[in-house]
DNA sequence: AACATTTTCGCAAACGTTTGCGGCAAAGTA
DNA sequence: TACTTTGCCGCAAACGTTTGCGAAAATGTT
């Protein structure tokens, strides 16, 4: 793209130099008020935009950030992306996104290509097949901030914004175990992630506390299909499970799908409750209860660490979103 | 960001010039393959990453799209934005965000921040209350192809990229006649959209033609509450409404939400059709059928036309996606 | 009147690439 | 041997901004 106007056009028609209507543009208080307002007239007058990649290359300073996710379609993901580019815009920065597809290889491509564009800042969700943090850590060394949020690595010496992990999953399990729930089937994510791990540690214990009268069954499930099929392979005569609590809105819709196959009155036959961002809890009758992971908070939580990163602020920090628990009729 | 190497690093190791170093990365003819190894060595070995801004500005030549959506947060719009990030990082182009909240003061804005960031091209689907489309058709005097898409004006003489309107609501229509269903509630989205003309004329034609021995019922929803409402007012034993046909996921939500309230027996008290995705659908036993409109092949469709426009077509054409009939178990 | 200070503007280098064009040495040809 | 052609490389302008520093005119002070 080549628009008309430049910085040298509008000083060849004024009669100033280049330097002066730069400096008006900006507000410079070496520049009169009134070669301010004759520049400021022209520029508008012969639709002047700056051009960023020469702003750019002579500042060092891009205002662009990078979004990496596993993939886009992803309801916790473009909550998150959508949060952060509603901060982004009130500071004058934009936002790249890229998908890695959960592929270490596609993250280190994705790297190269953030250095590339001389990216400000990075917000990276790894793959859970991601082992090698490093190259992410590299950035650091070119004064690029990486934050890291929901799948955080477990390494520690990096800027990591969460969910408060066993939180939620105390919460979950205290409304259970409020609720009076006696036979638990608790249907977790991905083993090898930290996410799970915490939460799955966090929700045995806080039923554990209850002694030996609570039975608590744990699954993992990777698919919403894999939690629907656990469903069918738990639910039987035999297993008298009282309630199920799904570690994802994945997992959740998995067991949807299961409770409706096998007909289940939700609360009376089959108490449920997720960690959910709110959207597929209350597409069901009556409305799922849920302990709120939002992507969206956590966009706002990771833009500011992101801010007081480029602000200098240069100790590592983890932080995290509390949940809360919206109650539903599920239980 | 200031990564270490530079063409001028590389060049003063070697002792050649710039000028050969910038030529032996790109593979030119001119320089000997002797040259260009040894160069190629050193800037793996330096990590050399060329700098976007600086050939950006020398070529006038970006390598970014932006995509703009009302909300990134929305089932359609995330699948498309996955299939253009597809597509475009096989060609090395990066994908730039924003979200216009569907407000045409935003949309304008949006597009100042594309003018500043030279874009090579745009992907908008513009809100419902935008009406004055010349400022993206403005983008055309700067050789910047817009596509719309989605949400298409109805203004001829831009490229736009969408559903097969009409097509699908026809099949959707064929599809309840053939089923059989005699009372039929139609819901659609917000009437002074295009997309909601073209496939309520079509819907209703498609009906009339069987003569007055089907009945048909026609409603607006903009939201998934009002779907809801909707079913509730029209699903009353004086009224004999055997299929529901929702217009869109959102409305799809509602309608199912409703349904379950009611605690009707899908098919057996209610058929139900939609236009979808896929997604939601799904989450239901039986499974809703629906006229698939998947926002991922539109944007195949949509990437592969901005590469012809970037290649030099500059007639404007509509293209639309076919949509195919996924048969569930809601009919 | 002479000198000092302030106001307002301009010069040109710089950022990191690309690339038209020219130069020099080697090779080819008559 | 003399001239032509080819291979390979280098010079430096260009892109559109920013900005350190200096200059000239206006204003202030003694």
Do not use: W
Not at 148 to 164: E, G, L, M, R, T
Not at 287 to 313: D, F, P, Q, W
Request: glycine share 4%; aromatic share 6%; charged share 25%.
């Amino acid at each position: 793209m080549k628009p008309k106007a430049t910085l040298k056009k509008i000083s060849d028609k004024l009669q100033i130099s280049i330097s002066t209507v730069s400096r008006a543009l900006k507000n410079h208080p070496d520049i009169s008020e009134h070669t301010k307002q004759k520049v400021k007239e022209l520029a508008e007058l012969m639709d002047y935009e700056p051009n960023n990649y020469a702003i750019s290359l002579r500042t060092n300073n891009s205002k662009v950030f990078c979004i990496m996710v596993p993939q886009i379609s992803n309801l916790f993901y473009h909550s998150f992306i959508s949060a952060v580019e509603e901060e982004a815009r009130l500071y004058g920065f934009s936002l790249m996104i890229l998908q890695s597809g959960g592929d270490p290889a596609i993250e280190i491509a994705n790297l190269k290509i953030c250095r590339q564009n001389r990216v400000a800042g990075i917000f990276v969700a790894i793959g859970t097949a991601t082992i090698d943090i490093q190259p992410f850590l590299k950035m650091d060394d070119l004064d690029v901030p990486v934050i890291f949020f929901d799948k955080v690595p477990s390494f520690q010496a990096c800027n990591k914004v969460c969910i408060a992990d066993a939180k939620a999953a105390t919460i979950a399990a205290d409304v259970l175990l409020r609720n009076n729930k006696k036979n638990i089937l608790g249907i977790f994510g991905d083993p090898e992630m930290s996410i799970t791990k915490k939460r799955l540690d966090a929700f045995s214990q806080k039923i554990a506390e209850k002694g030996k009268s609570i039975q608590l069954k744990t699954k993992h499930a990777l698919t919403a299909e894999a939690a629907r099929k656990i469903v069918h392979k738990c639910l039987t005569p035999l297993q008298k499970i009282d309630a199920i609590f799904c570690m994802s809105d994945e997992i959740l819709t998995g067991v949807m799908k299961a409770v409706q196959e096998l007909k289940l009155k939700v609360p009376e036959s089959i108490g449920i409750i997720a960690h959910s961002n709110g959207f597929i809890p209350n597409l069901y009758s009556p409305e799922i209860s849920y302990v709120e992971t939002s992507g969206h908070k956590l966009g706002k939580l990771a833009y500011n660490r992101m801010s007081a990163c480029l602000s200098g602020s240069t100790f590592i920090q983890e932080l995290t979103v509390e949940s809360i628990y919206i109650e539903g009729g599920s239980l």
